[in-house]
């Protein structure tokens, strides 16, 4: 968790404010592994109080590829109650509203770093498609990624160990 992170505890868990980008190109969307997991999740981080989600979800593009790009427009915003298993989070309930944006990818482009750090954990850009047999956060990527529309879809998931 990074100083100014809007992150707060709250009843022995914690509330997360994220910005998450879309990045495609061919059929596939760029994501981010680490050393600690076997999943996947979207490009992107917890704002910083005081930006928006549109500047937090541009600065994590730059932070995590190395290239500045816009903001196309808002595609998913994402209600998430899930489990946390990083060190500050570990067990705690967790609870997270996502802003996922499309971003306008430049022609060409390839991330400038492959891998970079968050914490203790490792972290890695991959190209993931929808047919990938590995976990991705969030999942409806893998089908709504498919068909993009023009609005702004809503998606409230409890993922919360039972």
Same mark, same amino acid.
């Given at each position: 968790?990074?100083?100014?992170?809007?992150?707060?505890?709250?009843?022995?868990?914690?509330?997360?404010?994220?910005?998450?980008?879309?990045?495609?190109?061919?059929?596939?969307?760029?994501?981010?592994?680490? !050393? #600690?997991?076997? $999943?996947?999740?979207?490009? +992107?981080?917890?704002?910083?109080?005081? #930006?928006?989600?549109?500047?937090?979800?541009?600065?994590?593009?730059?932070?995590?590829?190395?290239?500045?790009?816009?903001?196309?427009?808002?595609?998913?915003?994402? #209600? &998430? $109650?899930?489990? *946390?298993? !990083?060190?500050?989070?570990? *067990?705690?309930?967790?609870?997270?509203? !996502?802003?996922?944006?499309?971003?306008?990818?430049?022609?060409?482009?390839?991330?400038?770093? *492959?891998?970079?750090?968050? +914490?203790?954990?490792?972290?890695? &850009?991959?190209?993931? !498609?929808?047919?990938?047999?590995?976990?991705?956060?969030?999942?409806?990527?893998?089908?709504?990624?498919?068909?993009?529309?023009?609005?702004?879809?809503?998606?409230?998931?409890?993922?919360?160990?039972?």
């Amino acid at each position: 968790m990074g100083v100014g992170d809007m992150t707060a505890a709250c009843c022995g868990g914690f509330i997360n404010i994220r910005a998450g980008a879309i990045i495609m190109k061919n059929g596939r969307f760029l994501m981010v592994g680490n !050393s #600690e997991n076997d $999943y996947l999740y979207s490009v +992107g981080g917890r704002l910083k109080f005081g #930006e928006t989600a549109e500047e937090a979800v541009v600065r994590e593009v730059f932070e995590e590829t190395g290239v500045k790009m816009e903001v196309d427009r808002l595609g998913f915003v994402n #209600e &998430l $109650y899930f489990t *946390g298993d !990083s060190a500050y989070n570990l *067990g705690k309930t967790v609870y997270e509203i !996502s802003y996922y944006f499309y971003m306008k990818t430049p022609d060409g482009f390839e991330p400038v770093c *492959g891998s970079f750090a968050e +914490g203790d954990a490792k972290e890695y &850009l991959v190209w993931a !498609s929808p047919d990938d047999p590995v976990k991705i956060y969030p999942e409806f990527f893998r089908t709504e990624l498919l068909r993009p529309e023009r609005t702004v879809r809503f998606f409230s998931v409890d993922d919360r160990e039972k």
